[in-house]
């Protein structure tokens, strides 16, 4: 289209300034109505359309800064172009550097006056390029991101774990995995007690463990109960069991035996602790006994009552102890072949003695200490049936080790010297090397080993003779082999050293399997072996017996 103007109709020269504008607003107007008329025939305008054509190279207008990264090889194209691939993101300056895990240990602070600097000047997203490092990374009142400037260390890390497991409060210790096989036991009081029952057939090559006797079938049963205290200060134990055997074939057996222990833990102040212990056992004598009956058929009934009463106190790592002992021994009477009773007061005596301990904690688990002992054995008759008086000073001492070092190893073991020093000249004095032991050692988790040792002065009533010290030891092994199947073996020896001449050697193995069947019933089976050796005539012998049976508990 071709505009012609003639020269004739230009205005005065006085007008010329507004024929001017006019000359240069028009085409802008003209443009403006133009595309107007395009928009509404394309129809409502989007925002993306608006976002492409700002973003568009071509665009008029302040041109936006081309990013460059703080440090060679941050990102690359490709990077970039993950990040907004069809060129989405309005407003700001994009960051070309991958977003950081929002770890809030690591997280800048946001910036709230980059806004305001946005708002006074075009070129603020010149100035968040420039921003020094750790500056805000998010800014969510404009919905877009500014550069984080160079990769912190922390960033670098492994997201953290926020909800790591809570340790325990202090005292209180996590629950043990529960043995769905353990006894549950009754609630008495402040006290936990489970009673269990035992009953079953036991075969025997030797009713009665002497040189002649005989087998038998013997019906057995058992009755024990336990009780612990549940108490928050202090702590008390409680045993007590109770045994019936009864022959139904081959020789005749009827015999019972029981006993019952305590034992109390008293926690004072300032380190000092009580301990107070109190135990029965009645059980028949045994035909191996040291005391030879001549033509006895029954074995007398044998009394044993000890007590221990003793104070411990901790002087920093000083441990010092007090003790006192008394055990009483008392014997029914013989039975002898012609059914004649024979007494047996004048073996009945009472041993009392006052130990006192000195140790050393090396370490919370070692403490070595040396113990001493003395007291005085009484007989209640002041001369025996054959005229001598058995009335006895006891000498001791030993040194030993007390481990404890929780469930993996806990215990003492000990050595010394022991003498009981007659009141009648015509007897020798006992004698000898005093050994003990009582440890127990869990090498791998449910297994268990544990020894126990131990040595006593054994009396008689033999015309000349002293009596004789008795060294007996046991390793026992229990495993659970399987959640509801228990294994045990044991092993014993015992050797007893005759003052004036003379020895017997006791070994014995046993081996045993229950298998529960819940918490409340079990099937158990036992095997065991015993022999004797003595330098002395007709005291030999040897017997294996076999138990099958039944134990209940609650």
């Known amino acids: 289209m071709k505009v012609r103007v003639a020269m004739s109709r230009l205005p005065p ?190 075969w025997t090559s030797n009713a009665n463990n002497s040189p002649d006797g005989g087998e038998a079938v013997l019906s057995q049963t058992t009755l024990r109960l336990r009780a612990v205290s549940d108490w928050s200060r202090h702590g008390a134990t409680a045993n007590a069991f109770g045994t019936y055997r009864k022959s139904i074939s081959g020789e005749e057996v009827s015999e019972l035996e029981g006993g019952a222990d305590a034992a109390l833990r008293l926690d004072f102040a300032n380190d000092l602790t009580g301990t107070a212990s109190l135990g029965y056992r009645a059980a028949r004598e045994s035909a191996s006994s040291p005391v030879a009956i001549a033509s006895v058929d029954r074995q007398p009934l044998r009394h044993t009552i000890d007590g221990t009463l003793g104070i411990e106190k901790s002087l920093g790592r000083l441990r010092l102890g007090l003790a006192g002992d008394v055990t009483r021994i008392q014997y029914g009477e013989a039975e002898l072949s012609d059914g004649t009773r024979l007494s047996q007061d004048d073996r009945n005596s009472t041993l009392a003695l006052m130990r006192l301990r000195a140790g050393y904690e090396l370490s919370p688990s070692l403490a070595p200490f040396v113990e001493i002992e003395g007291g005085r054995r009484f007989y209640d008759e002041d001369n025996d049936s054959a005229g001598y008086a058995r009335s006895a000073t006891r000498l001791g001492a030993r040194a030993g080790l007390a481990v404890n070092m929780s469930e993996k190893l806990s215990g003492e073991i000990s050595a010394g010297w022991i003498s009981e020093d007659f009141a009648d000249s015509r007897l020798e004095t006992i004698s000898g090397l005093a050994l003990a032991a009582a440890i127990e050692w869990s090498p791998v988790r449910e297994t268990t080993l544990r020894l126990d040792g131990s040595t006593i002065v054994e009396g008689t009533t033999d015309a000349g003779r002293s009596g004789s010290l008795l060294y007996s030891g046991t390793l026992r092994a229990t495993r659970s082999l399987r959640a509801n199947l228990t294994g045990e073996a044991a092993f014993g020896a015992a050797y007893r050293d005759y003052v004036g001449g003379g020895h017997d050697l006791i070994l014995s193995g046993e081996a045993s399997l229950t298998w529960w069947l819940n918490r409340y019933a079990g099937l158990v089976g036992r095997a065991r072996h015993e022999r004797q050796t003595s330098s002395l005539p007709d005291r030999d012998y040897d017997t294996t017996s076999v138990f099958m049976g039944v134990t209940l508990r609650r």
């Open 13 to 202: 020269a006085g007008n010329y300034a507004v024929w001017r504008l006019a000359a240069f607003a028009g085409p802008l107007l003209f443009a403006q109505a133009v595309h107007a008329q395009e928009y509404q025939l394309r129809g409502a305008v989007n925002e993306q359309e608006v976002s492409s054509s700002l973003l568009a190279g071509g665009t008029e207008g302040i041109p936006a800064p081309a990013y460059e990264p703080v440090s060679q090889g941050a990102v690359t194209d490709e990077e970039t172009d993950a990040l907004f691939p069809s060129g989405e993101g309005v407003g700001t300056t994009i960051s070309q550097e991958p977003f950081p895990p929002l770890n809030p240990s690591a997280r800048p602070a946001s910036r709230p006056s980059a806004r305001a600097n946005e708002a006074e000047d075009p070129s603020s997203s010149m100035a968040a390029d420039a921003s020094p490092p750790g500056a805000g990374i998010d800014d969510l009142s404009t919905g877009g991101t500014r550069p984080a400037g160079p990769v912190e260390p922390a960033y670098l890390e492994e997201p953290r774990r926020l909800n790591q497991p809570v340790l325990p409060v202090e005292g209180q210790a996590r629950d043990e995995p529960q043995d769905s096989y353990a006894p549950l036991g009754l609630r008495i009081g402040t006290f936990n007690v489970v009673p269990q029952l035992e009953q079953g057939l036991t």
